[in-house]
């Protein structure tokens, strides 16, 4: 083993002759769910004769003598081994990876949460006067960082209708300073025209840039390359469909050059780190995110299309189902769709309640986006201040796992059958 110019640590064997610089993408035109496979496993990271990158658990890294460790302060390079907060082969090997999946990307940071990788990407970009705009179905702890700690440093937010498409514009003023995008909303599935939002953000000419950033946690880069279209900051809650098995905690941050540095830095000042540990295991999830993601999205659908069927259904909020709000948009620039959608039906809470109750495959719990299939009942009237959320009809998310889909329509059909034995 050896510690290369850069501090990135090398092993010292054979290269398998004539092996593609995948890693690198050396301009062959490599698809995503290759790239899932091949990501972040560069001879550098793995040791070039393991098929997964090492747990490196270690906070101190040792150096031969003072001069190199002198030398390493100053240079502050990206993938140095310098001290366990700055990460090891472990947490660079995910990095890039997610980083590989983005085109135009030039670099991933890691969050111990979905949280903190929202919070920390607006606060890389925010300062006080400075004002936010927030799409009206966003996530509701992005919400409160907005209105609590954002709103102490001096940074105003408002809210806008996520239908609204390039019309945005209308709300820009010379301290408008970003625009934080969930497409689609994780409990209403409103899909927004994110291309129309991102040109009239680059089009302002105000006091400072409008930097787009998206929760881009339902998608994934699989099915919506976030930069490609505009964004300057694409966000996962890796916690879902990267960790896809409900066992870790992630978030991530992946941007363009323009923004890496700031985004850096401010996961550096604020000491955002995570384990190798959780790393190793967001790097297995990610690996089977393809096929994982495909079955959930045909099972989905499937579901989707049968509870529009029923009776007691009112509505079914899916981005591929036409009456879905901006499903237009998802046609035209989405490439696959998830496994997480609500529905409403007919009557109150309580036979909403009685129905989730009731199921026996769905378990009944927050986060979504593992194996397991799980039913929630959603309250959006109780967020939305923009464009209040007006149908009375109860609403309940499912997230559809990988059991057979017989099974889990059999299950959902004797909720909904105790539902309307309810009224
Ligand atoms: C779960 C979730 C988050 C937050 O992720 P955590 O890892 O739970 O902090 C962010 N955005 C969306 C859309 C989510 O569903």
Same mark, same amino acid.
């Given at each position: 083993?050896?510690?290369?110019?850069?501090?990135?640590?090398?092993?010292? $064997?054979?290269?398998?002759?004539?092996?593609?610089? #995948?890693?690198?993408?050396?301009?062959?035109?490599?698809?995503?769910?290759?790239?899932?496979?091949?990501?972040?496993?560069?001879?550098?990271?793995?040791?070039?004769?393991?098929?997964?990158?090492?747990?490196? =658990?270690?906070?101190?890294?040792?150096?031969?003598?003072?001069?190199?460790?002198? @030398? =390493?302060?100053?240079?502050?390079?990206?993938?140095?081994?310098?001290?366990?907060?700055?990460?090891?082969?472990?947490?660079?090997?995910?990095?890039?990876?997610l980083t590989?999946m983005e085109p135009g990307a030039h670099g991933t940071?890691? !969050?111990?949460?979905?949280?903190?990788a929202i919070?920390?990407a607006l606060?890389s970009v925010?300062?006080?006067?400075?004002?936010?705009l927030m799409t009206?179905?966003a !996530?509701?702890?992005s919400?409160?960082?907005?209105?609590?700690?954002?709103?102490?440093? +001096?940074?105003?937010? =408002? !809210?806008?209708?996520p239908?609204?498409g390039a019309?945005v514009?209308?709300?820009?003023?010379?301290?408008? =300073?970003a625009i934080l995008l969930e497409s689609p +909303?994780?409990?209403?599935?409103?899909v927004c025209d994110i291309p129309g939002i991102c040109a009239a953000a680059k089009?302002?000419?105000?006091?400072?840039e409008i930097v787009t950033l998206l929760d881009n946690t339902w998608a994934t880069p699989?099915f919506f390359t976030a930069l490609e279209k505009g964004i300057d900051m694409t966000i996962l809650?890796? @916690?879902? !469909?990267?960790?896809?098995?409900?066992?870790?905690?992630?978030?991530s941050v992946t941007t363009t050059k323009r923004w890496w540095?700031?985004l850096? /830095? @401010?996961?550096?000042?604020?000491?955002?780190?995570?384990?190798?540990?959780?790393?190793?295991?967001?790097?297995? +999830? #990610? &690996? @089977?995110?393809?096929? &994982?993601?495909?079955? /959930?999205?045909?099972?989905?659908?499937?579901?989707?299309?049968?509870?529009? /069927?029923?009776?007691?259904?009112?509505?079914?909020?899916?981005?591929?189902?036409?009456?879905?709000?901006?499903?237009?948009f998802?046609?035209?620039d989405f490439?696959?769709?998830?496994? $997480?959608?609500?529905?409403?039906?007919?009557?109150?809470?309580?036979?909403?309640?009685?129905?989730?109750?009731?199921?026996?495959?769905? +378990?009944?719990?927050?986060?979504?986006?593992?194996?397991?299939?799980?039913?929630?009942?959603?309250?959006?009237?109780?967020?939305?201040?923009?464009?209040?959320?007006?149908?009375?009809?109860?609403?309940?998310?499912?997230?559809?796992?990988?059991?057979?889909?017989?099974?889990?329509?059999?299950?959902?059909?004797?909720?909904?059958?105790?539902?309307?034995?309810?009224?």
């Open positions: 083993m050896a510690v290369g110019p850069n501090g990135a640590v090398t092993w010292l $064997l054979p290269k398998k002759k004539g092996r593609p610089d #995948l890693a690198g993408g050396n301009g062959r035109d490599i698809k995503p769910s290759t790239r899932l496979v091949t990501g972040g496993r560069s001879d550098e990271l793995t040791g070039g004769t393991v098929v997964n990158p090492p747990v490196w =658990r270690a906070s101190t890294h040792l150096y031969p003598d003072v001069a190199s460790l002198d @030398t =390493r302060i100053k240079a502050d390079d990206e993938q140095d081994f310098f001290y366990g907060r700055r990460g090891s082969p472990t947490q660079w090997s995910l990095q890039e990876a590989e940071m890691l !969050y111990p949460s979905g949280v903190a919070s920390c606060l925010l300062k006080p006067g400075d004002v936010l009206d179905n !996530y509701d702890p919400r409160s960082f907005a209105d609590g700690f954002l709103k102490n440093m +001096g940074v105003e937010t =408002r !809210y806008f209708d239908m609204m019309d514009a209308e709300l820009f003023c010379k301290n408008t =300073r +909303g994780s409990l209403t599935f409103e089009e302002h000419k105000g006091k400072r699989l809650a890796a @916690t879902k !469909y990267v960790v896809g098995h409900s066992d870790v905690m992630m978030g540095k700031r850096r /830095q @401010t996961a550096r000042q604020l000491g955002q780190v995570v384990s190798p540990d959780d790393a190793y295991l967001a790097a297995r +999830g #990610l &690996r @089977t995110m393809g096929v &994982r993601l495909k079955a /959930q999205e045909k099972a989905a659908l499937e579901i989707a299309n049968w509870l529009k /069927q029923q009776d007691e259904v009112a509505k079914v909020l899916h981005p591929a189902l036409a009456e879905c709000p901006g499903h237009e998802w046609k035209r490439t696959g769709s998830a496994g $997480l959608f609500s529905f409403t039906i007919k009557g109150s809470k309580a036979k909403a309640a009685k129905l989730i109750d009731t199921l026996q495959l769905f +378990g009944i719990g927050y986060s979504w986006g593992g194996f397991e299939s799980l039913a929630l009942p959603v309250y959006p009237e109780r967020d939305r201040t923009a464009n209040p959320w007006t149908d009375e009809n109860a609403v309940i998310r499912l997230n559809i796992g990988l059991e057979d889909v017989a099974d889990l329509v059999a299950d959902l059909q004797q909720g909904l059958e105790a539902a309307r034995q309810t009224g």
